[in-house]
């Protein structure tokens, strides 16, 4: 059974139709990536699948059911977790706190244990920090975590921001553009902790600008243009597909991106 | 110092001694019934203050919470002989109730709109305060009862200072627990970005509701001790300027501070007690202090020191 089975998606702003009668399937396991030129409608999709905005038509499926409309705190809940394009980082926290939050559906809520600070909740807070600490071991950011998220360089924000999404242990991982603004180190590494998730058994959809990083990491392309679905397949098949060249790395070669 | 000031209760420490010690420089009972209104206004500021400061939503209506606890007491007490431990927890039940009741309408609402909002039900409480004269004496004020916890009467200056001192002690201890929790943190992470706290699993509408409640509960508190303490009430306790009072001094202490909502209750309390021409033109004086804080120190005091002196936050 696919993790994600998403059918007949449509979704309109006023008449614009951002993205209309996409159907897809996602196995589970592996990294899928949807790629597009702007405006193709790759936002627009990740929005209604982390329940930020809702479809107008269609259904999504996660595990069989459907989990189209249904807030972002629920889905959460379900074990999706996702980055953003912009980041949304909590800046009024320090970076360990940004990982803490990210995990908070699995942490101790009881407003009375918080108030009065009881033994149960002491030791829940402490195993919490042992596993943020270990993330932020993992994404590279170890000797940051007690400074404030505001004193981060921008391409640690965005390993922050996939610490964050971890913490809540997902089983999808939502990753939105997350080497976009990145130098050449920076977009490596993410590359290297992307393929170390997918190791570990994790299922990850990403929307990302560079080919490079996509051509390397994708196990499995969708390729949308104008909302609707352009092509699909291994890195390779996509590559060589004659649609996809001609709407989409072509534009991207004559506008001096990164053709494959 | 630094090290005290960071560590968990280190600051809690702190406002123990100086609760302790201020009474030495203490040369007679004015200062201690400015020290106990200090204490008071302190404790309806840090409650506020989870809910301006630490949860980012505003309310400009808190005092109708401070004069629902006061009347409260008041009523129960002085007119129906109730106890005052009993009387005290009515008004906690009545303010959250209130509170749990307009939360859910209310906080969805953002910006100026939440503001005119707040604004509306602080002024609903008050008039209702006012016009309600059978019960409560109407804009002439009504006597309150003592207040006896126990089988002991809480009378003069000293007893008082000790009941409200433990009393901001405690709630500041739960304040600060309250933000170092999961829960607390979930309050700031509505505060910075509500599309990410969701993403996270925060329920956000939930707990904007809970820290409503717990603000207006806290508020309450202060306004039954309040009512004993001053032995007279009138509905100037819970209107529309005790209210901007409340929001002037969390801003000015230092917005997500707890330790700032002290501070500015303090000097918001105290400066007009002793500086006559604040008193006279106290309206003006708390629009010059916000217009001046947001100006030169967005942060509010505290954090502005904190950050200025041992170069981290409080």
């Known amino acids: 059974m696919s993790l994600l089975l998403v ?29 597009g030129p702007n405006g193709a409608g790759k936002t627009t999709l990740f929005n209604m699948i982390s329940g930020v905005l809702r479809p107008t038509r269609g259904t999504i499926r996660f595990r069989g059911e459907n989990i189209a409309g249904l807030p972002p705190e629920r889905l959460a809940a379900r074990g ?25 559906l699995g942490l101790d809520r009881n407003v009375w244990r918080a108030l009065f600070r009881l033994p149960r909740l002491r030791a829940a807070e402490r195993r919490a920090r042992a596993e943020a600490e270990a993330l932020l071991e993992r994404v590279g950011l170890a000797e940051w975590s007690d400074a404030p998220a505001d004193s981060l360089p921008y391409g ?63 196990d499995h392309i969708i390729v949308l243009d104008h909302g609707r679905m352009l092509a699909e397949g291994r890195a390779e098949e996509v590559r060589e597909n004659p649609a996809v060249i001609e709407a989409y790395l072509g534009q991207a070669a004559v506008a001096g991106g990164h053709a494959p | 110092m630094r090290r005290l000031l960071g560590s968990h209760h280190g600051g809690l420490v702190l406002l123990v001694l100086a609760i302790l010690l201020m009474p030495l420089g203490f040369p007679n009972s004015f200062y201690f019934d400015v020290a106990i209104n200090v204490g008071i206004a302190a404790i309806v500021c840090i409650g506020l203050n989870l809910l301006i400061g630490y949860a980012g939503q505003i309310s400009l209506g808190h005092a109708g919470f401070f004069g629902i606890g006061a009347y409260a007491s008041a009523i129960l007490t002085s007119t129906h002989g109730w106890p005052p431990l009993l009387a005290l927890l009515a008004g906690i039940l009545l ?34 305060l006012s016009q309600e004269v059978a019960l409560t004496g109407g804009p002439d004020g009504m006597p309150v009862d003592p207040l006896t ?36 943190r979930a309050l700031r992470a509505v505060h910075s970005s509500e599309i990410a706290a969701r993403v996270c699993g925060v329920d956000t509408t939930a707990y904007k509701v809970l820290v409503f409640v717990v603000s207006a ?43 700032g909502a002290i501070v500015g209750a303090a000097l918001l309390t ?45």
């Open chain 1, 156 to 218: 640690a924000l965005k390993r922050l921001e996939i610490a964050r999404a971890l913490a809540a242990r997902p089983e999808l991982l939502l990753l939105d553009e997350p080497a976009a603004g990145c130098n050449e180190k920076e977009t490596r590494e993410i590359e290297t902790l992307l393929k170390s998730l997918v190791a570990d058994g994790m299922t990850i959809v990403l929307v990302e600008h560079d080919m490079r990083l996509v051509m390397n990491v994708s």
């Open chain 2, 95 to 128: 303010s959250g109730g209130i509170a749990f009741a307009v939360a859910r309408p209310i906080l969805a609402l953002k910006g100026h709109y939440l503001a005119m909002a707040t604004l509306g039900l602080g002024i609903i409480i008050s008039i209702v």
């Open chain 1, 80 to 104: 999706i977790s996702r980055t953003f394009q912009n980041l949304q980082i909590f800046f009024n926290m320090s970076v360990l706190e940004n990982v803490l939050l990210g995990g908070h």
């Open chain 1, 7 to 35: 059918e007949r998606l449509t979704r309109s702003f006023g008449g614009v139709r951002a993205v209309q009668d996409l159907s897809f399937a996602i196995p589970e396991g592996g990294i899928h990536s949807i790629i």
């Open chain 2, 149 to 184: 916890l126990f089988g002991f009467e809480i009378s003069g200056t000293w007893s008082w200072y000790w009941l409200v001192g433990g009393t901001l002690v405690l709630v500041t201890w739960l304040a600060l627990n309250l933000v170092d929790s999961p829960i607390g």
């Open chain 2, 217 to 259: 509960v806290i508020a309450s508190l202060a306004g039954s001790l309040f009512a004993h303490f001053s032995g007279w009430l009138t509905p100037d306790e819970a209107d529309f300027l005790r209210s901007i009072q409340f929001v002037t001094m969390v801003v000015l202490g230092g917005m997500a501070s707890t330790f």
């Open chain 2, 270 to 314: 105290a400066l007009p007690q002793f500086l006559t021409v604040f008193q006279n033109y106290e309206h003006v004086m708390l629009g010059l202090v916000m217009v001046l804080t947001m100006i030169f120190m967005p942060r509010g005091l505290v954090p502005t020191l904190a950050l200025r002196f041992f170069g981290d936050r409080s």
